[in-house]
Structure formats: C-alpha cells, structure tokens
C-alpha cells in the first residue's frame, strides 16, 4: 500500500474549514451585491417617481393659473369694455418658496387669449394656453 500525503493534507478539518469559510464569503458578497442592486433600483425608481409627481402639481398649478386668468379677464371686461388684457407676475413666495409664475392675458375683439407660465424661473416652464370668446 502506497502512502499519498495529499490526500491527507485535502481532507484534513483545518484545510475544510478554510475551504468553507471562502465559500461563505463568496455566497456572502453575492448576497450583498444582489442587495445592492435591488437597492439601488428601489432608490431610482422612488426619485423618479418623485420627480413624475412634482411635475404633475406644477402642471396642475399652471392649469390653475391660465383659468384664473381667464376669470379675471371676463371680470375685467365686463367692468371696462376697452379693456385689452394685462401680463401677471406672481413673484416666488406667491405660490411655492422659490417658483414664480407669469400670466398673459391678451383681448382681441371679443376673444381672450391667456398664457399661464409655471414654475416661470425654470429652464422649461410649463405653459398653458386657453382661448375663450368673452360674452358681451
């Protein structure tokens, strides 16, 4: 009978353990990148879905902002007939901290064109455009 050292050496406990304790690491850090991952996904998607819902209220507000001014033109005409529109500034503080906004209103005949722009200070503002005939 023939004496192999190495296969001493291969099953002996220490060299196992040592063999076990890379395997755990490698599972350990697959784990952990997985995670990592899964994690950053998450974060992506909540600052998009974040960002998709800011935009949506600054739409909403702009909305708001272009019938407002179609109400204060019927009012305004309907008290000075010569009356032919005016260009409003909301100041940031008005509406958000630091948005601004800016409404035209244009009468031409008995037409009313009004231009609601929001947030106005950014690099692309919403914008809203409505057209109504003001009633004599």
């Known amino acids: 009978m023939k004496f192999d ?3 001493i050496i291969s ?3 220490v060299h ?7 395997a755990a690491s490698i599972v350990v850090i697959a784990v952990l990148v997985i995670l990592a991952g899964i994690m950053a996904q998450q974060v ?3 600052l998009m879905e974040r960002r998709q819902m800011r935009n949506e209220v600054a739409y909403l507000q702009t909305e708001k902002l272009a019938d407002a001014g179609l109400l204060l033109a019927q009012k305004s005409k309907s008290k000075d007939p010569a009356w032919l529109g005016l260009t409003w500034n909301l100041p940031p503080g008005s509406i958000h901290q630091t948005n601004s906004a800016e409404v035209v209103i244009t009468v031409q005949d008995d037409s009313c064109t009004v231009v609601a722009r929001y947030p ?3 690099e692309i503002p919403f914008q809203v455009t409505r057209t109504r005939k003001l009633a004599p």
């Not at 196992?16 to 890379?22: D, E, H, T, Y």
């Open 5 to 7: 050292a190495s296969s």
């Open 11 to 13: 099953t002996h406990p």
């Open 44 to 46: 992506r998607r909540v």
């Open 120 to 122: 106005a200070n950014a």
């Open 16 to 22: 196992v353990a040592a063999q076990r304790r890379g």
